[in-house]
Structure formats: structure tokens, C-alpha cells
């Protein structure tokens, strides 16, 4: 039996319970991206007790994430960030094991990345590794969270392959590169990415302890700056959606770079 008590305040909720919490304890859960929203989903699935967290991130930190990446502090400036926040997390909870990947993801590699856990989840800053999560979760059948923050706004989507909507059902254009704003270019708030990062690890949670009635079947929308949470319909696209209902995956088969979103927003 593992030890509870350093769950007790999470356990006390119906939602979770002692055999909620001993399900976590047995989950296992990657996250693509280990910046931003990835540092405070990684942070938060640890002390919630996730028994197995795998970190997947191909960047050094730099200074000015400091702003908003919330596992970090200045001495980690120059390392791997996936190794950084192994070394900080361990150090929260030592009854998860942890397993950091210094690795861009791409098609050759996505489908191992993903291999053997209960759930994904998108901390990643750039369409095309979206599209190859998805392709990739629809492909074997593991759920996974869609979140994307800049300025001070963001989106959260859970996808149930073929149950709910996958991204390719409801982002079917990729903007021109330049065509949307980036953190680069508008900037980013950090407690928009807080909110963000909230509301995908709830909705992850909830996957993992079997409460998957409770997930929001709508895009999620939030704007910390304006005070709006707002819910909003998406539905499958006219036709039939090459991955989710005609198994075409392809930007596994590194064919989709022509295939673009309409609207969406970055994360970092």
C-alpha cells in the first residue's frame, strides 16, 4: 500500500478519494514540451502523486523564461530543461519516478516518446509537434490534452480519440509562418500560462482517474487579463477527418507540412 498521507487534502475530495489516489499513483503520463506550460503541468502532476511523469523537451533554459517557467531558477540558465526540472521535481516528491528525454520530437521518434502511458500532454510551442501528438494519440488510442497560451489568453481541449473531436477535426489550416502572434512577438503573461496549465492538468486528471463523464466537451477558453472563461462548440470538420475517421496520419508520414490551421495560438 503506498503512502497517502502527503495526498490527504486531495484525497478528502469525492473526485479523488483513497482508490483515485492509489489509480494516479499507478498512471503514467507524458508531457511534450518542458517550458512554459509544460514546467507547471510537470510540477503539478507530481505533487498530485502521477506515478510515472516523462518530460520530452529539446531546449536549454534561458533567462527570460525565468518569467514564467515556474520548476526553474536562475542556476538552472543554460541547462537542458527537461534534466533541470528531473533534478527539481525528485526533489518534490520522490515516490514518482520521473524520466527526462533531451530530444526534438519529429515523426521518427514521436510514436516512442508516447509508448506505454495513459495520457498526454501538450506543453509544446509550435504547431507542426500538435499535429504529430495528435496523429500519433489517434493512431494508438491515448488521450491526450491540447493547451496553447500567448499574451494573456489561452485554449485547453481534451481529446478522446474517436470519441471526441481531434485537433485535426477542429484546427484544419496551418497559418503562414509569421501570421499569428507568438510570445516573441506580443509577449506572454505569466499567470495566463498559470491558468492555462490549471485547467489542462485538471482535465488530465480526470482522465486519469476514469472520470472522463467530467471533461469539458468544449474548447476552453481563457483571458486572465479580461476576466473571461469562456466554453466554446467545436465539432468535427465538414467531411471526414483524415486521422481520426480515415486513419491518415500525415504528418507521421512527414507528408503534412502542407497541411494547415486555420486559427491557433503558440505556447512558451
Same mark, same amino acid.
Given at each position: 500500500? *503506498?503512502d &497517502?498521507?502527503?495526498?490527504?487534502?486531495?484525497?478528502?475530495l469525492p473526485e479523488?478519494?483513497a482508490?483515485g489516489?492509489e489509480r494516479?499513483l499507478? #498512471?503514467?503520463?507524458?508531457?511534450i514540451g518542458?517550458?512554459?506550460?509544460? *514546467?507547471?503541468?510537470?510540477s503539478t502532476?507530481?505533487?498530485?502523486?502521477?506515478g510515472?511523469v516523462? %518530460?520530452v523537451?529539446?531546449?536549454?533554459?534561458?533567462?527570460n523564461?525565468?518569467q514564467?517557467? %515556474?520548476?526553474?531558477?536562475?542556476?538552472?540558465?543554460?541547462?537542458p530543461k527537461?534534466i533541470?526540472a528531473?533534478?527539481k521535481?525528485r526533489?518534490i516528491n #520522490?515516490?514518482?519516478?520521473?524520466e527526462?528525454?533531451?530530444?526534438?520530437?519529429?515523426p521518427?521518434n514521436?510514436?516512442?516518446?508516447?509508448a506505454?502511458?495513459d495520457?498526454?500532454l501538450?506543453?509544446?510551442d509550435n504547431?507542426?509537434?500538435?499535429f504529430l501528438?495528435?496523429d500519433?494519440?489517434?493512431?494508438?488510442?491515448?488521450?491526450w490534452?491540447y493547451?496553447?497560451?500567448?499574451?494573456?489568453?489561452g485554449?485547453v481541449?481534451a %481529446?478522446?480519440p474517436?470519441?471526441?473531436?481531434?485537433?485535426?477535426?477542429?484546427?484544419p489550416?496551418?497559418?503562414?509562418p509569421?501570421?499569428?502572434?507568438?510570445?516573441a512577438?506580443?509577449? %506572454?503573461?505569466?499567470t495566463?500560462?498559470?491558468a492555462v496549465a *490549471?485547467?489542462?492538468?485538471t482535465?488530465?486528471? +480526470?482522465i486519469?482517474?476514469?472520470?472522463e463523464?467530467?471533461?469539458?466537451?468544449?474548447? &476552453?477558453?481563457?483571458d486572465?487579463w479580461?476576466?473571461?472563461?469562456d +466554453?466554446?462548440?467545436?465539432? +468535427?470538420r465538414?467531411g471526414a477527418?483524415p486521422?481520426?475517421?480515415?486513419g491518415?496520419?500525415d504528418?507521421?508520414a512527414?507528408?503534412g507540412?502542407g497541411?494547415?490551421?486555420?486559427?491557433?495560438?503558440c505556447?512558451?
Amino acid at each position: 500500500m *503506498s503512502d &497517502l498521507a502527503r495526498y490527504v487534502r486531495q484525497t478528502t475530495l469525492p473526485e479523488v478519494g483513497a482508490d483515485g489516489q492509489e489509480r494516479l499513483l499507478a #498512471s503514467s503520463v507524458v508531457v511534450i514540451g518542458g517550458g512554459g506550460l509544460g *514546467s507547471t503541468l510537470t510540477s503539478t502532476l507530481v505533487r498530485a502523486g502521477v506515478g510515472r511523469v516523462r %518530460i520530452v523537451d529539446r531546449d536549454t533554459l534561458e533567462l527570460n523564461n525565468l518569467q514564467r517557467q %515556474i520548476t526553474f531558477d536562475e542556476d538552472d540558465v543554460g541547462r537542458p530543461k527537461a534534466i533541470a526540472a528531473a533534478d527539481k521535481l525528485r526533489r518534490i516528491n #520522490s515516490q514518482v519516478e520521473i524520466e527526462p528525454i533531451v530530444v526534438d520530437v519529429r515523426p521518427g521518434n514521436v510514436e516512442h516518446l508516447i509508448a506505454g502511458v495513459d495520457l498526454v500532454l501538450d506543453g509544446a510551442d509550435n504547431f507542426e509537434t500538435r499535429f504529430l501528438v495528435n496523429d500519433a494519440c489517434v493512431k494508438h488510442n491515448i488521450p491526450w490534452v491540447y493547451g496553447a497560451v500567448v499574451a494573456t489568453y489561452g485554449m485547453v481541449r481534451a %481529446i478522446l480519440p474517436h470519441f471526441t473531436p481531434c485537433l485535426r477535426c477542429f484546427l484544419p489550416e496551418m497559418p503562414a509562418p509569421g501570421s499569428t502572434p507568438t510570445c516573441a512577438t506580443v509577449g %506572454i503573461l505569466a499567470t495566463a500560462v498559470s491558468a492555462v496549465a *490549471s485547467l489542462e492538468a485538471t482535465e488530465g486528471l +480526470k482522465i486519469l482517474l476514469g472520470r472522463e463523464q467530467d471533461l469539458h466537451p468544449q474548447l &476552453l477558453y481563457v483571458d486572465v487579463w479580461a476576466g473571461v472563461l469562456d +466554453k466554446l462548440e467545436v465539432g +468535427k470538420r465538414a467531411g471526414a477527418c483524415p486521422a481520426c475517421e480515415l486513419g491518415r496520419f500525415d504528418f507521421l508520414a512527414a507528408s503534412g507540412g502542407g497541411c494547415n490551421l486555420q486559427s491557433a495560438i503558440c505556447n512558451l
